[in-house]
C-alpha cells in the first residue's frame, strides 16, 4: 500500500467512526478545536496529521486508537 492510499483509507475510517458517533465534521472540528476544513482534508486523505492530534481524534471519537488502523 502507498502512502496516498493510506491517507485515503485513514480517512475513510475517521469517516465512518465520526458518522458512528452521529457527528458532523463540524461536530468534531469543534471538539479538536480546529477548522471543519482540517477534518475534510484528512478525510480525503489529502491532510498529514501529527500523533497529538491523531490521538484527540480517537479520544473524541471514543474509539481505541488502533481501530482508526484497522483497513479491512
Known amino acids: 500500500m502507498d502512502y496516498e492510499n493510506f491517507?485515503?483509507?485513514?480517512?475513510?475510517k475517521l469517516k465512518y467512526?465520526?458518522?458512528?458517533?452521529?457527528?458532523?465534521?463540524?461536530?468534531?472540528?469543534?471538539?479538536?478545536?480546529?477548522d471543519a476544513h482540517y477534518i475534510s482534508d484528512i478525510e480525503r486523505g489529502t491532510r498529514n496529521i501529527t500523533l497529538k492530534?491523531?490521538?484527540k481524534i480517537a479520544s473524541a471519537?471514543?474509539?481505541?486508537?488502533?481501530?482508526?488502523?484497522?483497513?479491512d
Open 61 to 71: 471519537l471514543g474509539v481505541e486508537p488502533y481501530k482508526l488502523f484497522y483497513f
Open 53 to 55: 492530534t491523531f490521538y
Open 17 to 34: 467512526y465520526r458518522l458512528l458517533n452521529g457527528l458532523t465534521q463540524e461536530d468534531l472540528s469543534e471538539k479538536l478545536d480546529v
Open 7 to 12: 491517507n485515503s483509507k485513514f480517512g475513510t
